[in-house]
């Protein structure tokens, strides 16, 4: 089985910045990519961001130019780097992970708990 444990989220003011953290842990034979999602209240989850292992990155339009995703391959950990954050950034944000766990699929995600990122003054 595998864990997603998401850290880094809080209460910020406009234009401020947030690093959010995300590692995996157990039955990990590889990782395919790694991502970010938010869902804010009343809205769809969307994804934020995402990575590859190799460093391909997508990212949001909305995000593009202030969120930065990077990868720790030997840590197993994702990151996100957000700036100039504003209050349509709040949201609960959830990791995501592409992996293979050692089943026949060798795709499988699994998601974390999410964390709260609240944008206000």
């Known amino acids: 089985q595998v864990q997603l444990v998401e850290s880094g989220g809080g209460l910020v003011q406009p234009g401020g910045s947030l690093r959010l953290s995300c590692a995996a842990s157990g039955s990990i034979f590889s990782i395919n990519a790694m991502g970010w999602y938010r869902q804010a209240p009343g809205k769809q989850r969307e994804l934020v961001a995402a990575?590859?292992?190799?460093?391909?990155?997508n990212y949001a339009d909305s995000v593009k130019g202030r969120f930065t995703i990077s990868i720790d391959n030997a840590k197993n950990t994702v990151y996100l780097q957000m700036k100039s954050l504003q209050p349509e950034d709040t949201a609960v944000y959830y990791c995501?992970?592409?992996?293979?766990?050692?089943?026949?699929?060798?795709?499988?995600?699994?998601w974390g708990q999410g964390t709260q990122v609240t944008v206000s003054s």
């Open positions: 995501n992970a592409d992996l293979w766990d050692g089943g026949p699929s060798m795709s499988d995600d699994y």
């Open positions: 990575i590859t292992s190799g460093g391909s990155t």
